[in-house]
């Protein structure tokens, strides 16, 4: 209608006193019967962003009061940053299953660990193989990373800590291999390796993938038994 453009025009509320002048014979003959005769529209705004525009109908010939204009360009206000929420919320929200998409078929688990200033720690991020992997909900560790921690044999979690400080501290790539138990009691070797990402609050990121080394060291442990026994054999003969 005209006077939606002219709200799209001028960003400001519009009104008209005589609405059944400046509609069509179609509507004309319905907004009589209603007794409705104004109009006023609202800009539904989010920053300097246009969304669009609410438009209420009414009785009265009279120019809307000062007051009632504001109010409702406030609605129009709040409205427009409810709208813009939800985008941004639904933007969100298809990034996460984008990345939980590819997560899903990388052979390891991805996380994101976040340390900060004030030296508190958390996952943001963990995917969905650290079910089978670790035996663990990726919401269990996000609610509490010391779940995380924990599967670390008690020998390794002193040298898991300073690998950490040193990444941090030096900027440089974190890497570290230990055994883990599981729920099942299953012991498991895993390696972790992440590029540490620093924010302007004090905070050090770690986006990086933890994956299942067992078996090569298995192999690693295989190779070594069998040059211990030939070594034994060489001393003895």
Same mark, same amino acid.
């Given at each position: 209608?005209?006077?939606?453009?002219?709200?799209?025009?001028?960003?400001?509320?519009?009104?008209?006193?005589?609405? =059944?002048?400046?509609?069509?014979?179609?509507?004309? =003959?319905?907004?009589?019967?209603?007794?409705?005769?104004?109009?006023?529209?609202?800009?539904?705004?989010?920053? $300097?962003?246009?969304?669009?525009?609410?438009?209420?109908?009414?009785?009265?010939?009279?120019?809307? !009061?000062?007051?009632?204009? #504001?109010? /409702?360009?406030?609605? *129009?206000?709040?409205? *427009?940053?409810?709208? #813009?929420?939800?985008?941004? !919320?639904?933007?969100?929200?298809?990034?996460? $299953?984008?990345?939980?998409?590819?997560?899903?078929?990388? =052979?390891?688990?991805?996380? #994101?660990?976040?340390?900060?200033?004030?030296?508190?720690? @958390?996952? $943001?991020?963990?995917? !969905?193989?650290?079910?089978? /992997?670790? #035996?663990?909900?990726p919401e269990t560790l996000m609610r509490d990373p010391r779940s995380m921690f924990r599967l670390v044999d008690p020998a390794y979690r002193r040298p898991l800590l300073r690998s950490m400080r040193i990444s941090r501290h030096s900027r440089s790539l974190w890497i570290a291999e230990m055994p883990i138990r599981t729920r099942?009691?299953?012991?498991?070797?895993?390696?972790?390796? @992440? /590029?540490?990402?620093?924010? !302007?609050?004090? @905070?050090?990121?770690?986006?990086?993938?933890?994956?299942?080394?067992?078996?090569?060291?298995?192999?690693?442990?295989?190779?070594?038994? /069998?040059?211990?026994?030939?070594?034994?054999?060489?001393?003895?003969?």
């Amino acid at each position: 209608s005209t006077l939606y453009w002219r709200t799209v025009e001028s960003r400001y509320p519009q009104w008209d006193n005589d609405l =059944p002048a400046q509609v069509g014979d179609v509507l004309r =003959p319905r907004l009589t019967e209603a007794d409705i005769c104004s109009a006023i529209s609202i800009p539904v705004q989010a920053g $300097e962003r246009f969304l669009g525009a609410l438009q209420f109908f009414g009785r009265s010939h009279q120019r809307p !009061e000062n007051v009632l204009i #504001e109010a /409702m360009q406030a609605i *129009g206000h709040q409205v *427009g940053q409810f709208i #813009e929420r939800k985008r941004v !919320e639904a933007g969100r929200q298809q990034a996460d $299953e984008r990345l939980r998409s590819i997560a899903a078929n990388i =052979p390891g688990i991805v996380f #994101e660990y976040r340390l900060k200033a004030d030296r508190t720690a @958390s996952f $943001e991020f963990v995917s !969905e193989r650290a079910l089978d /992997m670790l #035996e663990e909900r990726p919401e269990t560790l996000m609610r509490d990373p010391r779940s995380m921690f924990r599967l670390v044999d008690p020998a390794y979690r002193r040298p898991l800590l300073r690998s950490m400080r040193i990444s941090r501290h030096s900027r440089s790539l974190w890497i570290a291999e230990m055994p883990i138990r599981t729920r099942s009691g299953r012991i498991r070797w895993v390696r972790g390796q @992440s /590029m540490p990402k620093y924010l !302007e609050d004090g @905070s050090v990121i770690w986006d990086g993938v933890i994956v299942d080394v067992t078996a090569q060291k298995q192999a690693e442990q295989a190779i070594q038994q /069998m040059n211990q026994q030939l070594e034994r054999r060489v001393a003895e003969g």
